[in-house]
């Protein structure tokens, strides 16, 4: 058979961490591999990054998975079989696969090219499978096809905490220059590099008193790091928010300039209180960032095809996950947790 690496055979089963209910640890559990449908991609996983939506989807706060399931939706790893429909992979093809798993592309939101909104949408580790298990299944057409020669783990990280950081970038416009970074974790220190590069000037704002974030934040690009509860030596063009926290988009709001925008990166923020109109007259804008479009993953990836993106990764394995996990609800990480097979 062309269309499926010898070394998988049927029944053979695979090591996975399984949510069986939220509000639990994940278990470390033996099970099948995965079968592919005809527009699928069996991949056998490299590395796969643990992102904050995980931690919302273990925790409860974001409602209705697919259980049990197999969270984990920053994905690198090679082709090791094709459905008979899949034309764009082959065999040994190195991918990426995104939260975004798979859309309609025939709801209102879809035609028109926002296929980040679509009406119905699967996502990946959180209504299918996702890749923290030695397999994982992919809709091919969703994948991104990723270098051979860069390192899985530093490529892991990119495919949220990149991708949607990088959506949450392009909210801004090409003229701001001065941008508030809130929550200065995996998302930031990629997005940081970036828009240095592009001659931005970052400042970043951690919890009060954590010093090791905001010497992280100024390592990786940042001109100036200091507590949310702060306010920046200059008024601010922009503010991007990845931290959960509702308050810090008014904080945001106080900080940026007439016109400006404070852009919301998370899938799930605490209440934002109330605040004074004035706080957002003189076209001052505040918008969210949901999912991310292939469009997207296609400009970022292009993007940094020639930029050298350090990724700072904190490496598990995947029976660790459980600690790792606690790490990131506990704000004791700085830059990208992955589990690396
Ligand atoms: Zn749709
Ligand atoms: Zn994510």
Known sequence: M???????????????????????????????????????????????????????IIDGELKNPKL??????????????????????????????PWLGHTDGS????????????DNPIFTGYTMDGGFAEYTAGYSDFCFKLPQNKDAKSLAPLLCAGLIGYRSYSMIDKYAENIGIYGFGSS????????????KKIYAFTTPGDIEAQRFALKYGAIWADDSTQNPP?????????AP?????????????????????????????????????????????????????FEFFKKIENINIEVKVNEFE????????????????????????
């Open 107 to 118: 709801c209102k939101f879809c035609l028109k090219g926002l296929e980040n909104l679509c």
């Open 68 to 97: 049990p399931l197999i969270p984990g939706h920053q994905i690198v790893g090679k082709v090791v079989k094709t459905g008979k429909n899949v034309r764009n992979l082959n065999i040994s093809d190195r991918v990426g696969i």
């Open 2 to 56: 062309k269309n499926i690496d010898k070394t998988i055979s049927k029944n053979e089963t695979m090591d996975a961490m399984i949510l069986y209910q939220q509000s639990t640890p994940l278990v470390f559990t033996e099970t099948n591999i995965p079968e592919i449908n005809d527009e699928q991609v069996l991949v056998k996983v490299e590395a796969c990054g643990l992102c904050r939506t995980d931690l919302h």
């Open 188 to 199: 930031a220190h990629i997005i940081c590099q970036i828009a240095t590069i592009e001659g």
């Open 234 to 242: 200059i008024k601010l063009d922009a503010a991007i928010i990845f």
């Open 318 to 341: 995947l029976k660790d996950l459980n600690i790792a996990i606690n790490l990131l609800r506990d704000g004791k990480v700085t830059g990208s947790q992955v589990v690396v097979f």
């Open 245 to 297: 926290v509702g308050k810090l988009v008014i904080s945001a709001l106080k900080n940026i300039e007439k016109g400006g925008i404070v852009v919301c990166g998370g899938i799930h923020m605490s209440d934002i209180p109330s605040f004074k109109y004035q706080d957002l007259w003189e076209e001052r804008k505040i918008v969210s960032v949901a999912n991310l479009t292939r469009k997207d993953g």
